[in-house]
């Protein structure tokens, strides 16, 4: 490619990136009273956010395993049942699963949230700028005074929309395969109660959403992770291996004292939303919790990202 060939190139990205930041082209001042585009830029730079996410092949290979998950759990539900003297042993979730298949979606999301669904978030978050710096795109988007502030709001809000898509890849799953291979009806809940179908489906809908927020705090924290380094790899090991080892430290009856504080701890609250009536203490534990997390993690990523000479 030729010297000029190349200026252009670099001139149409850097034009990309003041139109979706909402920056005025160079030569363009403002009118009187002309206020900043915040909203449409804000738009653009998600709906921007949103393809880079979903269209990478690693995006699309870990909503790929989310969802072939329910499906192994079914299966294997399914060949224990059918086996001599392997009926009625598991857990409440297991043990309902064999009599009504909708409840394979909250055995999966019982087994996903642990371990496969926090993974997979931190490695998205973690990469989320990170990656993009060691690439060397993220400095298009930083040519004009583009708002750094939104760019990471951007950022943070597509990682909260994978969250959702994580979520929903593993429910829908568990939901088609449970049809398939169980019995569909009325719904006992885990405190003996009985509902209807729709309205079962409805608590499952809201359990997932409930799940997906629960993730909110891990995106915040890989985010923060992700403005520290130049290196996506570093960054994703970084936000999974807090995982993990917070994790660990939650399973430690000796911690008591700081277990209530870690972002994990309220995981699995969600499955007061399957008693008569539902138990919500747990559950506004658990997102406050979430929220205080986004505060501070977000406060941090924004203090970090905000200073941090990235397009150099």
């Not at 200026?7 to 082209?25: D, F, K, L, N």
């Not at 043990?95 to 926090?118: I, W």
């Not at 009856?253 to 699995?268: E, G, I, K, N, S």
């Not at 979430?290 to 990235?310: E, K, L, M, N, P």
Request: with cysteine; charged share 10%; aromatic share 8%.
């Amino acid at each position: 490619m030729s010297r000029a060939e190349a200026t252009g190139v670099e001139a149409s990205r850097a034009a990309g990136a003041s139109r979706a930041t909402g920056a005025p082209r160079s030569g363009a001042a403002p009118g009187p009273g002309r206020r900043p585009q915040t909203a449409a830029g804000f738009l653009a730079l998600f709906r921007n956010e949103l393809h880079l996410t979903f269209r990478r092949m690693r995006t699309k290979v870990l909503l790929g395993i989310l969802a072939v998950l329910p499906v192994l759990i079914g299966v294997v539900i399914k060949l224990n049942t059918d086996s001599p003297g392997e009926g009625g042993g598991g857990p409440s979730f297991i043990a309902q699963t064999t009599q009504n298949g909708l409840f394979l979606v909250f055995t999966a999301l019982a087994v996903a949230l642990p371990v496969f669904l926090p993974m997979t978030v931190g490695v998205v978050a973690g990469d989320s700028v990170a990656g993009e710096a060691a690439t060397g795109t993220l400095r298009y988007l930083l040519v004009a005074p583009a708002g750094r502030t939104r760019l990471l709001a951007a950022k943070f809000t597509a990682g909260l929309v994978f969250c959702l898509a994580a979520t929903a890849a593993v429910a829908l799953a568990a939901l088609a395969t449970g049809a398939a291979l169980f019995p569909l009806g009325e719904v006992t809940l885990i405190s003996g109660d009985t509902i209807g179908l729709a309205e079962a489906l409805l608590r499952a809908v809201l359990v997932a959403g409930v799940v997906a927020a629960s993730l909110a705090g891990l995106v915040a924290i890989g985010l923060f992770v992700s403005t520290l380094t130049g290196s996506g790899i570093a960054a994703m090991a970084a936000t999974v291996g807090l995982v993990i080892t917070v994790q660990i430290l939650d399973a430690f009856p000796q911690l008591d004292a700081v277990r209530p504080f870690l972002f994990t701890h309220y995981w699995m609250n969600f499955s007061d939303l399957l008693r008569e009536p539902m138990y919500w203490d747990g559950v506004w534990k658990d997102l406050g919790l979430q929220a205080a997390y986004v505060a501070v993690f977000g406060s941090a990523a924004w203090a970090r990202f905000t200073s941090r000479d990235i397009s150099a």
